[in-house]
């Protein structure tokens, strides 16, 4: 028999509030999850787990690049200290492919300064785009109930 519980059980932790307002849809989520062949149901609190997931590396990330922005004295975070926070830590390793394709100030300056040509934007990095190789699946339609003729 399972042991019963009393009053002496210590309640599950609080969970802090999010310093953000913003949620991740997770109908989205949930699409975005069985879009994978190999993935079968979900359960309903997957979605709102993978969300708050979501929602917490994305301050995360974002807190620290603001931090990286404080000690630049600049008010907006640019993709050169995105790429800066992920270089500088260990837990961003898996990021490190994407930012290797954002130039460094430097290369960025001297292009830009070279060329003559007009920049993208004020100090906006030039990101590449994805390889040419990569192919985009086409959109399947959606197939509804074929309606009955009267």
Do not use: C, H, Y
């Amino acid at each position: 028999m399972p042991p019963k519980r009393g009053a002496a059980a210590a309640p599950p932790p609080a969970i802090d509030p999010s310093p953000v307002k913003t949620k991740f849809p997770t109908a989205r989520i949930k699409r975005i999850m069985q879009a994978d062949e190999e993935v079968g149901k979900v359960a309903q609190q997957t979605p709102i787990a993978v969300g708050k997931a979501l929602e917490m590396f994305m301050v995360n990330l974002v807190t620290k690049s603001a931090d990286v922005a404080r000690e630049k004295n600049s008010k907006r975070v640019s993709a050169q200290m995105l790429k800066q926070v992920v270089e500088s830590d260990d837990q961003w390793d898996f990021l490190r492919d994407i930012v290797s394709r954002v130039e460094n100030e430097e290369k960025a300056a001297a292009a830009a300064g070279s060329a003559g040509a007009p920049s993208a934007g004020k100090g906006r990095a030039r990101v590449e785009s994805e390889s040419e190789e990569e192919v985009i699946p086409e959109k399947k339609k959606r197939v509804g109930r074929k309606k009955r003729a009267a």
